[in-house]
């Protein structure tokens, strides 16, 4: 089974700190993904990598960076973190579609999810 | 961009009951509409996919119909059992990136 880990399933963090969210996947992937959820909103796309050191924008990438130096991690950057920023992070991996123009979607793999609260 | 919008929001069936979430997509050029289930405490999982180039597709007591004039989908569920309660999420994209809609809670009354 593939699996995706997210390395901590809660967080609780301060205005202003840095925070990292990282997160695994075991099956060779090209691609990950990172997604906050939130109540009435559903999964938006923060930011997706198709490559080790290839990172695109998603929906919502403000106040966030991404880092991915292999292919199997892909990290989650609050530089400064904000109250806005309280929600739930998914990561996911999937396997088609190498590249940006790729005109094919496969099945997305998520991990658990990773809570934050910034107080 | 594509927007999703997916009603309704929460949904309470009887046990044995069947039960339909509906999504609506605005990009024509759309051609992929995964379903994803989240049950509590997890990340969301495929349950089932169809592609543009199908109007149907059943995997036991699930099916979802779409209908790309309209630019309409639909998850229908039936004979509902007690582990079918969960959020329910639809997505359209033509490409790597899927836009979700808001979820739909599903709870399935014994």
């Known amino acids: 089974d593939v699996k995706v880990t997210q390395s901590s399933r809660y967080l609780v963090k301060r205005t202003g700190e840095k925070v990292f969210l990282e997160c695994v996947q075991d099956?060779?992937?090209?691609?990950m993904f990172w997604y906050r959820q939130d109540p009435g909103l559903g999964l938006r796309l923060i930011y997706f990598s198709y490559d080790v050191k290839m990172k695109e924008k998603g929906d919502i990438p403000e106040g966030y960076s991404v880092s991915r130096e292999k292919k199997e991690r892909f990290s989650l950057i609050l530089e400064s973190a904000s109250t806005n920023q309280t929600s739930m992070y998914l990561c996911a991996s999937s396997l088609w579609g190498t590249t940006r123009d790729s005109r094919a979607t496969g099945e997305l793999f998520f991990g658990e999810g990773s809570r934050l609260t910034v107080l | 961009g594509e927007n999703v919008e997916q009603h309704p929001s929460t949904l309470s069936v009887q046990e044995g009951d069947s039960a339909v979430i509906k999504c609506t997509y605005s990009d024509s050029a759309s051609n992929y509409f995964p379903w994803y289930k989240q049950e509590l405490g997890k990340g969301p999982q495929l349950i089932i996919d169809i592609r543009s180039n199908v109007g149907e597709k059943k995997d036991q007591r699930i099916a979802v119909t779409l209908n790309k004039t309209a630019k309409h989908f639909s998850l229908h569920i039936t004979e509902t059992q007690p582990e079918d309660s969960a959020v329910y999420f639809c997505?359209?994209?033509?490409?790597?990136?899927?836009?979700f809609g808001a979820g739909t809670t599903v709870t399935v009354r014994a």
């Open positions: 099956m060779d992937h090209e691609n």
């Open positions: 997505a359209a994209s033509q490409h790597y990136k899927l836009s």
